[in-house]
């Protein structure tokens, strides 16, 4: 009889998965989605989405095999969702307008608010980029400002595993104002002339873990903004690109702190910047404390390791002031490699809030197979 039982089970399991474990499951071709890459299947993500987020208990969204175009930004809209949980397993491409313009002022190309619970395995987002880039650099104006192509805003529980995003207009993946955020096995993909193409950017964002990816971007390969705590980045390989930021602060006089970070086995390959701590010169309460630089590799990298607190990069419009922005309490530790330029080490702190507590420990970085130099300005610390 149980025998007979189990049998019976496996059946069900296998002809009916979503009736034995309680998984409602949603695949965009069947709600009207083709994957040629040229029909717009804006409407059967949405419709999927709905579903999904209206379905009692666990959720999915399958896209299979082949290319989607999404020729509209989408918000995927959380705060009246049913679901506990949604899974979204991508195994195709989900492919921008070719037409730039198609997204007009779109901040964002693909938005999830106030979700719960989200995750999203494997796919590939290709941005198309390129023509927008090209309308900026031109400097004939008339641009749009280019839209992110993957960003959560107030939402929890997040895991992102096993995507790539490739060439956005703006940012590849933001998260603003997110709890307990897990990213794991990414790939960021842009050339190094892409403007502003962050790989991934955090801000206003608590419990964010960022594992073993690969970044190679046109701007910061991971940029931090205000109001970010307890993140933690781990086995990633940066380049090329301007590195790992924390900033730029000091943008608002009013402004939440940034502590609580480490930054763990990073290796920099050709970057503009290592790990980078940087504010505009203006007035601000803003702060950053408690960051630890771990165990990072520095491969021909311009500026290894960087605080600038006058930050300003076009050299125009330059605020001036003096940076209000308190940085201490800044660990160095197991720094290694080489500088493309001879002053490894800067520190350009600001002068009425001078940097504290800075650490170095273990720092040994060359330039043209020598010792490198540092330069400090209103820092205080120790080495080791």
Avoid at 77 to 92: E, L, Y
């Amino acid at each position: 009889m149980i025998t007979v039982m189990l049998k019976l089970f496996v059946l069900l399991l296998i002809f009916f998965p979503t009736f034995i474990i309680g998984l409602s499951a949603y695949n965009v071709k069947s709600l009207g989605a083709k994957s040629d890459g040229k029909t717009d299947a804006t409407k059967a993500f949405v419709k999927a989405w709905n579903e999904a987020c209206n379905s009692l208990g666990k959720s999915k969204i399958l896209v299979p095999k082949g290319r989607y175009l999404i020729q509209n930004a989408i918000k995927f809209d959380g705060r009246k969702c049913r679901s506990t949980t949604i899974d979204i397993d991508i195994k195709g491409s989900i492919v921008a307008p070719s037409d730039y313009r198609a997204l007009k002022d779109s901040a964002i190309w693909l938005s999830f608010e106030s979700v719960n619970g989200v995750t999203i395995t494997g796919g590939k987002f290709d941005g198309k980029g390129a023509d927008l880039w090209n309308c900026k650099m031109s400097g004939k104006g008339g641009c749009p400002g280019g839209a992110t192509i993957l960003a959560f805003s107030n939402s929890n529980n997040i895991v992102i595993r096993g995507l790539t995003s490739l060439n956005s207009q703006l940012f590849h993946i933001a998260f603003i104002g997110c709890n307990n955020v897990k990213v794991q096995s990414v790939k960021v993909l842009a050339p190094n002339n892409s403007p502003n193409t962050d790989g991934i950017h955090v801000q206003s964002s608590n419990g964010v873990t960022i594992l073993n990816s690969k970044i190679s971007t046109g701007d910061d390969c991971v940029s931090v903004g205000s109001g970010t705590s307890a993140l933690w980045i781990e086995n990633v390989l940066c380049g090329p690109g301007h590195g790992i930021s924390i900033g730029s602060l000091a943008k608002e006089m009013n402004e939440a702190g940034v502590q609580n970070v480490t930054v763990k086995n990073v290796t920099f390959v050709g970057t503009q910047n290592g790990v980078r701590i940087k504010s505009w010169g203006r007035p601000s309460n803003g702060f950053v404390k408690n960051v630890v630089f771990q165990q990072c590799n520095m491969i021909n990298v311009q500026n290894p390791i960087l605080i600038d607190q006058n930050y300003c990069p076009s050299k125009v419009g330059c605020p001036g002031k003096v940076s209000g922005v308190k940085i201490s309490d800044i660990i160095y530790q197991d720094i290694h490699g080489s500088s493309a330029t001879e002053i490894a080490v800067k520190f350009d702190c600001s002068s009425e809030h001078p940097c504290k507590n800075i650490i170095l420990d273990n720092v040994k970085l060359t330039y043209k197979d020598q010792p490198s130099v540092s330069s400090c300005t209103y820092a205080d610390g120790s080495t080791k």
